[in-house]
């Protein structure tokens, strides 16, 4: 979870700096992605301790 939240601040970083318009959403679209999951993942493991505790 902390290395997709990581490899998201790396892709909007790249999006940030690319000049190429394609290169720009390619890595806007990665770092949406890399965040959604990274926050799917947190919300699993919240309502897996729910569940267990």
Known sequence: MEKL???AAEC???RD????PKK???FAMLAGHMTV??????RV????MK???
Do not use: C, Q
């Not at 700096?17 to 190429?20: F, N, P, S, W």
């Not at 999951?37 to 947190?42: C, V």
């Not at 493991?45 to 897996?48: E, Q, V």
């Open 45 to 48: 493991i919240a309502d897996g």
């Open 24 to 26: 720009r959403e390619l």
């Open 37 to 42: 999951l990274a926050s799917e993942i947190e």
């Open 17 to 20: 700096l690319a000049t190429d």
């Open 5 to 7: 939240r990581k490899d």
């Open 51 to 53: 569940h267990t505790g």
């Open 12 to 14: 909007a970083m790249i």
